[in-house]
């Protein structure tokens, strides 16, 4: 999994509407709105006839400038010469030639040279009915969503194919929602769409060259709080695929485990892509709340809850073998760990390795005084009975680690993980750079930055 990337630092821009300037559909010169990519190998059959369909689709019914790409990836019957002849006589077409295999390389490849705002891309065979194309790319226009995907398993879809692939689609987007707990409904219908600048740094992330190149760009996408637009489509089998199903199906559940190694050790810094604070309605304020508090109170008690039980389940375990103290220390210490590691990622929404190994240093903290809270209420406890029963051991640890609760979590809110958004803004200086401006230039700079 890709973590060394060229991705800028700092949060993506807010989602906007694209200049009216940039849809001028009369405008002489201009990058087009819209860049359909045609990823295709050894089509020189099927790639006219569908890319003459698609341009005059697009010609009679797309309201803005648009392109269609072919990619060529390592073709070697007469596709190249069919997808130049194409570029030749229509000027909205042109052709792309790479000399490696691989959808997901050719579409990373050609999408990134793109200058349009919108990346499009659908399968040669046209299986998809093309009335869905301006529905697919309206939201990203709009600024409404950062990607969309055709799906052939929305209830208002309408599908022709075989059951075999009908099992095989499901099966696998079963697969998707189980183990990586996905939530769009159709990952592998070649029918998609992204904004440039979403993809710019999105793509570098992606590692698969392949087939499942569409899977791992969704799961991140979706994993750093981008909006996926799903549309209902119609779609009609093509008898004459040319894809592997079992080879395919292999290298898929490879790209599923590896893409759920890297989210589950935290090594993607999905960071870069998350829209920046207020973006999202959830993170408006509320009136006399601190901005972010309800959800993050909310996902504090879930965990709070799930870590109580797995306490209590340590301490009974461990006091089997050790006295109450040590017990109470023991469990408390592997909860803590477990407690933070799980409210850094799901109440405050911090995700990959930066600050992580600080970030335990101080729940140990945090730890540590709750620990102090326990103890001495066990302490107490056993200077009041001297030999108090297991249940009122455990019913006076339940009063002391809800009193440790509400202390945790204002420790977490304002000392481990305080709101940084108004410094993540900013883009980092991590890395290094041609020149380096002297205090001078550096008040100047701000000056004019104001």
């Known amino acids: 999994m890709r973590t060394d990337t060229d991705t800028p630092w700092g949060s993506l821009p807010a989602r906007e509407h694209l200049p009216v300037e940039a849809l001028d559909a009369g405008a002489p010169t201009g990058v087009p709105v819209l860049d359909v990519v045609i990823p295709v190998h050894n089509e020189e059959r099927d790639l006219e006839s569908c890319v003459r369909r698609l341009h005059d689709h697009l010609a009679r019914t797309f309201p803005y400038r648009f392109r269609i790409t072919v990619a060529d990836n390592a073709s070697t019957d007469r596709t190249p010469a069919v997808a130049a002849r194409l570029a030749a006589s229509m000027t909205e077409v042109t052709a792309y030639r790479l000399e490696e295999k691989g959808r997901g390389r050719a579409l990373r490849t050609v999408w990134s040279h793109s200058g349009s705002p919108v990346l499009a891309y659908m399968d040669v065979d046209l299986s998809t009915d093309l009335n869905a194309l301006l529905p697919l790319v309206a939201p990203l226009i709009s600024g409404h969503s950062d990607l969309a995907i055709g799906s052939r398993l929305a209830r208002s879809s309408r599908v022709v194919r075989g059951p075999k692939r009908e099992f095989i689609s499901r099966a696998y987007n079963l697969i998707l929602k189980s183990s990586l707990s996905a939530r769009f409904s159709d990952a592998q219908c070649g029918f998609k769409a992204i904004r440039r600048d979403v993809a710019e740094r999105l793509l570098p992330m992606v590692e698969d060259t392949g087939w499942f190149f569409d899977t791992e760009m969704l799961v991140l996408a979706e ?228």
């Open 223 to 450: 994993r750093a709080g981008l909006r996926i637009h799903e549309v209902p489509v119609d779609w009609v089998d093509d008898p004459d695929s040319r894809v592997h199903i079992v080879s395919t199906a292999v290298d898929d559940l490879k790209g599923v485990w590896r893409v759920g190694r890297a989210l589950a050790v935290g090594a993607l810094p999905l960071d870069r892509l998350a829209r920046p604070f207020g973006d999202d309605p959830r993170d408006r304020a509320i009136s006399g709340v601190p901005g972010g508090l309800a959800r993050q109170l909310v996902g504090f008690c879930v965990v709070g809850a799930l870590s109580t039980l797995f306490y209590l389940l340590l301490y009974s375990l461990f006091r089997t073998a050790s006295g109450p103290q040590a017990a109470n220390a023991a469990a408390l210490l592997v909860s803590a760990v477990a407690n933070t590691a799980a409210n850094r990622r799901l109440t405050f929404g911090v995700r990959g390795r930066e600050r992580a190994v600080r970030h335990q240093a101080q729940g140990l903290v945090v730890f540590g005084i709750g620990l102090a809270l326990t103890s001495g209420s066990l302490a107490a406890l056993d200077a009041a009975s001297g030999n108090p029963a297991h249940g009122t051991e455990l019913a006076v640890l339940i009063a002391a680690n809800l009193a440790a609760t509400v202390l945790r979590f204002l420790l977490f809110r304002a000392w481990v993980f305080p709101d940084r958004r108004g410094n993540d803004d900013k883009p980092h200086d991590d890395k290094p750079h041609d020149h380096e401006p002297d205090a001078h230039e550096a008040r100047t700079q701000e000056r004019s930055a104001r």
